[in-house]
């Protein structure tokens, strides 16, 4: 007989789980449960396009220019007109102007408070890197954009204001990839030193625009500040001119990079202006100026300062050091030892070395249409003193006329460049004969 199978009734039985088999299951349904009922509380799970997968950041680094060109970089920038006045209405000390690429072809433009080119104009060159790099959480990070400028930041002040004026080159710009995302910022600040009067914004503010649209084009920036007191007898102030880099645009926040120092000093000083100056302001840091004695001019005056300088020896007074002949004279700009001016002992350096001309010119000196001329200078820290039989000076009786034509270039000297000395202030300065 044929047999069929019965499908209502043959069943297939059911599989033996064990105790740790049914304690599996069970954890598993509760896990699966909660998932569903926190999936249902807190709406659906980030997918792995959401939030976490990208991270966006900025960097950006600035460091010295290199020595190189930059278009249009041989165009003047002008500073305002700057300049103190004499009495006579003469102007004085007009401010020289700095190129970008002057600025760049100096090697302290990159190091240090920067290039200056005399107490009234200086200048700093550095080059921006900027880079913006976004990270997946899957695939890792990839620069995906670079832009790199040249900032050539100059800075002018002068006689006749207390102010300071500020023009920033930013250009040369290359850009690769993608910076679509990031802004770039330019500002510059004067912060006061502590102890002197507020500098005050005059013009100027932070620049902020796409990195895109900055590199369309050279721009140029520019500022001015105001240091209106000071304080002291002489209203001296003091503050700090920088430059500031700001890239922003990614999740680590903004990027700032700050530009050196470019110290800054004004006063108000009555005995500059006494002298057929004004108030002003200058760049204290710069290497000290020389002032130029012309033969043509003053042929006495010039000749006595050249023997200090070169053959001092041969010069009154006599001078010994431990009992041997000695004299080293500063002053000269290849002595690397400069004068510095000194209101405060005049009389006391005039004397001694009116005292030296009767003792070593008799009959010379006093005498009609003659002066006593010393070197160095009665208004200098290093002025005729006597210390034993050490005299580190030069007398010598000249014309009337020719000294005190020396004086009034000295004098003017001092007003012109703003040599400040008084008040713990010495400026210092030297001294060249030519022609």
Known sequence: MLRTANHGTN???PRRTGRWGAALVAALAALLFLATGTAQAAGPSPSPSGHHKRTSKV???VTPETAKSVRGGDKPIKPPSLSGAHKDGTLTTPVSSITPNECLAQSSSRSGNGYGKDRFASCQAYHLHAWHVVCDWLFGCDQVGTADADLVDIQYTGNGA???????FVGNWVQDGDMSEITLTVNTTCTASAGSGPCNTVSGSPTTE?????VLGDEFLYYSFEQPVGVGADQVSNAHLNWHITV???ENGPVTRDGPDSGLRCDSASYIIQAGGSIGCVFPWVAPQTLVIHRGTTPESAQNIWEAQN????????????GMPFKSIPGSPASGRPLHRDRDNITAHRNTARAACRTYFPGKYPAPNTDCDEYPFASTQEGAVDVGDFRNYVVKPIDSDDNQQAGRDLGDFYADQRILGSNDIHDPFYVS???
């Open 11 to 13: 069943r297939e039985r």
């Open 59 to 61: 960097y950006l680094k």
């Open 162 to 168: 207390r102010d300071a004026y500020i023009v920033q």
């Open 210 to 214: 796409p990195v895109e649209q900055w």
């Open 248 to 250: 922003a645009g990614g």
């Open 311 to 322: 053959t001092p020896l041969s010069t009154q007074p006599p001078s010994t050091l431990l």
């Open 433 to 435: 004969v030519q022609p």
